[in-house]
């Protein structure tokens, strides 16, 4: 029995050519469009998920409250005297490492030395939490001591070639002589971090910026991010609850602090799962670039929607050339066919189809996945869909797909009467028609989605990247600041300055395309005296030459300057901390007295408005501080250099030849501001791309399908278009006949896609402090677009039937 339907169906397939090559090539395409986002979604919801111990290894994070008990500020780590006082305090707590990013670090061995990025001070504790694979060495022992160094294979292989690294030194960030005392196997692409190096954590206790009494007593450096294990099935709910007393019990309160005003009351203490992290976790300060849960379900139902595209198409041919095998059907009832049998028939025909598009989808998936790799940037490969849990369900799915798009169609064609069939009384339509059409309507609407969703995200995408910034970003070049310059930065930006490409240069502890973290408590002038000021103002420390290099505009007051002494004690506020400041014009806040932190001085000037951060953050209120010489050390993260535009690589190569006078030990590494701000947006630069080309994919295979539906429409129609044109019809008149009720259907859609689109991409606009407004020539243009791909597909058939000889269609009658 299954060997004869078989027979038939493949009977049909060949029989129905055109229509059997859409059906299998639209649903191959849509397969393979599942299957390359299926394997980025696994991808993503695989992160972390290889360490033995994932599921009971939690972060802890901290977040800060203003007075108002509002959240400003949520860090993925928190102050190194937590880790010590959370392992004493609470016994449940089976094992606690701590990690501390290094950022750039510069190596040296014999004569090589490169600067390092994902160098990390790690305590021995790691591989109890974590899964280290250790090729060399044990690394309990091996970060037990101080000035002791872990690295990656690769790494190890850098610097010493076949040697065996144990044991040899390495000098690290021209200070600290390191043994080395393992070799580790690189962290898979799916881990929260990527060490290429792990330094001891206790080395930190002899360094000059540690030192192990600030370990023990800094409650306010939040730059340690801690793990712990709980045991099996422990509610982690129940140790967070008891956070609240732990750091009452152990930190110490402010000064002046009232009674009831708990250390509790201004922050808090959190603890994050280590398989969210990676989808689930947006907070301020994060070890690398994390993904988003909401781009895992945008995706997926872009995948779903293709498919059902896919899907739809089959019904609506299927049902559309009904009347080609109604005979065929009449004749099996006559000869006593059962109905179940005629569904069985038609059903297997389905799922042969299916079948045989999901075998075409895998080697499709096997072909483009390199161009999803690229576009994604992630190490996507055919392994992943090799799982049984993946693999089951995708031998199931052409029995799935198959019996879901072709039950329709066979409950349908099984329900014929072989007595009006026989007779040629039958005739598809009623609620046949109807159901195609809205099936139609269906193709159409997602299509026109996914079209201004593609458009908005594209518009989005170019109001960010030419939005001015509030201050000039281009040509500014960055580069890591060292420590070792401070003695001697006046002569080294004296000589940067000599060359006439280089225009300027300046020092802050941050610079634009960052994040604005620190902040402290601010007093104002009211009076005769300072008084605290309920406002969240951030921090940044920057030097004389700051404003003028970013081009930041002086809305009141002056800048910075050399010519005056108590400079180094005064502030510059931008107009948005004047505003929150309860001024309703800058000009007054210059003059006034001001304590932020423990610095007291003078307002001297005010900017204006820029945007520090991406679009997604509001420009925040801010305060920029120039430290004394004093304070100078450790103050600066980050140099800026002001470049002229007419010879980019003469003024790269005099700032590298100046750096390695004064810096001979430290290698040279530089980027361009501009490319950090692109950086910014990668995310939705994705996103746009692949919207772009699953909706080009959509739309391709609605199409496919129209063409096809409009086919089979059209041969129905032969003979009236004979009859049209002997009576004198035109060509396009014949043509608009036939087109208007398909784009009928297209405006239906539209007018829901409109609907959907808009509600959805409002949606995603509000992730954006900043953003465009929708614009209703984008959907109408959406709308214009689908109705001129279905008026060519269509156009394409009709105009060659209209122009066909009626005599040949007339022939018969």
């Known amino acids: 029995m299954i060997r004869n339907y078989l027979k038939i169906a493949f009977r049909n397939l060949a029989k129905y050519k055109f229509i059997s090559f859409i059906n299998l090539f639209g649903l191959s395409v849509g397969l393979s469009c599942c299957l390359l986002i299926l394997t980025y979604i696994l991808n993503e919801l695989s992160y972390d998920r290889y360490n033995s111990k994932a599921g009971r290894i939690y972060r802890v994070t901290r977040t800060f409250y203003n007075k108002d008990h509002i959240p400003n500020l949520s860090l993925g780590g928190i102050a190194p005297p937590y880790g010590p006082l959370l392992r004493n305090d609470f016994s449940d707590i089976q094992q606690l490492t701590r990690l501390l990013p290094n950022g750039t670090t510069p190596v040296k ?61 390495v000098l690290l960030n021209n200070q600290f002589n390191c043994k080395i005392t393992g070799v580790f196997k ?40 801690t793990y712990i294990l709980l045991p099996e099935g422990y509610p982690a709910k129940s140790l967070e609850a008891r956070f609240p007393a732990f750091l009452d019990k152990n930190m110490p309160r402010m000064k002046g602090a009232k009674a009831g005003n708990d250390p509790s009351k201004f922050t808090s203490l959190f603890l994050q799962k280590l398989t969210d992290i990676h989808l689930r976790s947006h907070l301020d300060e994060e070890m690398e670039e994390n993904g988003d849960i909401s781009r895992v379900y945008i995706f997926g139902a872009v995948a779903l929607f293709i498919l059902l595209i896919a899907c739809i198409n089959y019904m609506n041919l299927s049902t559309a050339r009904s009347t080609l095998r109604a005979k065929e059907i009449g004749i099996r009832k006559v000869a006593g066919a059962e109905r179940s049998e005629i569904i069985t028939q038609f059903l297997s025909e389905s799922v042969l189809i299916a079948l045989l598009a999901t075998l075409l989808a895998i080697g499709i998936t096997w072909l483009t996945l390199p161009w999803l790799k690229t576009i994604t940037g992630q190490e996507l490969t055919i ?57 139609v309507v269906t193709q159409f609407s997602i299509s026109i989605i996914l079209i201004i969703s593609t458009a908005i995200v594209f518009q989005q995408l170019h109001y960010m990247q030419k939005k001015s910034l509030g201050f000039d970003k281009e040509q500014v070049v960055t580069t890591l600041y060292e420590n070792g310059l401070d003695p001697k930065y006046e002569t080294f930006r004296t000589e940067l300055k000599q060359n006439a490409y280089i225009k300027e240069a300046t020092r802050s502890s941050r610079i634009p395309s960052g994040r604005l973290l620190d902040e402290s408590g601010a007093s104002m002038e009211v009076g005769d005296s300072l008084r605290p000021v309920n406002a969240d103002i951030k921090f940044l420390a920057a030097d004389y030459d700051f404003v003028p290099t970013y081009g930041i505009p002086i809305v009141a007051g002056r800048n910075f300057s050399r010519d005056y002494s108590t400079d180094t004690s ?21 003059g006034k007295n001001f304590q932020y932190g423990n610095t007291k001085g003078k307002v001297i000037g005010v900017m204006g408005d820029f945007h520090f951060e991406s679009m997604h953050q509001r420009i925040v209120p801010l305060i920029i501080v120039m430290p004394s010489i004093a304070q100078t050390a450790n103050s600066f993260g980050r140099m800026s250099i002001k470049i002229a535009g007419g010879n980019t690589q003469a003024a790269l190569a005099h700032i590298e030849a100046t750096w390695k006078k004064f810096l001979p030990e430290t290698p040279f590494e530089y980027t361009f501001l501009n490319e950090r701000f692109e950086q910014l947006y990668k995310s939705e630069q994705k996103q746009g791309t692949l919207f772009t080309a699953f909706a080009c994919i959509a739309i391709f295979i609605a199409c496919l399908g129209l063409f096809g539906l409009s086919s089979f429409t059209i041969t129905q129609r032969v003979k009236e278009i004979g009859v049209r044109k002997v009576l004198g019809a035109s060509i396009g008149s ?54 001129l791909v279905a008026l060519v597909t269509i156009s394409f058939l009709a105009v060659r039937a209209a122009m066909a000889n009626p005599v040949k269609s007339l022939r018969t009658e």
């Open 383 to 439: 392994a992943i869909l090799l799982k049984w849990q993946i693999i089951l369900p995708l031998f199931l799915a052409p029995f799935v797909i198959g019996t879901l798009s072709g039950l329709y169609p066979a409950l349908f064609m099984s329900s014929f009467q072989p007595s009006k069939v026989l007779k040629g009384l039958f005739k598809a339509g009623g609620s046949n028609v109807s159901f195609r059409k809205v099936l």
């Open 109 to 169: 061995y014999k004569d090589n030395i490169y600067n390092e990025k994902d160098s990390y001070f790690a305590d021995e504790h790691l591989a109890d939490v974590f899964d280290v694979k250790m090729l060399k060495g044990d690394p309990r022992k091996g970060l037990e001591g101080p000035f002791s160094v872990m690295l990656t294979e690769e790494m190890a292989h850098k610097y010493f070639g076949n040697e065996d690294p144990m044991d040899k030194q």
């Open 734 to 787: 014949i043509v608009g006949l036939l087109s208007k009720d398909f784009l009928k259907l297209v405006a239906i859609a539209a007018i829901i896609a409109f609907v959907v689109a808009g509600y959805a991409m409002h949606s995603w606009l509000q992730d954006f402090a900043y953003r465009i407004d929708m614009q209703w020539w984008v959907f109408l243009l959406a709308g214009i677009l689908a109705a």
């Open 186 to 225: 690189a962290f898979p692409e799916n881990a929260l971090f990527h060490p290429n190096m792990l330094l001891s954590f206790n080395t930190l206790k002899d360094s000059a910026i540690y030192g192990d009494n600030n370990l023990r007593t800094n409650f306010g450096n939040n730059a340690f991010f």
């Open 570 to 590: 005064s502030f510059l506020l931008n107009v948005a901390a004047t505003q929150i400041l309860g001024m309703k014009d800058p000009t007054e806040a210059v």
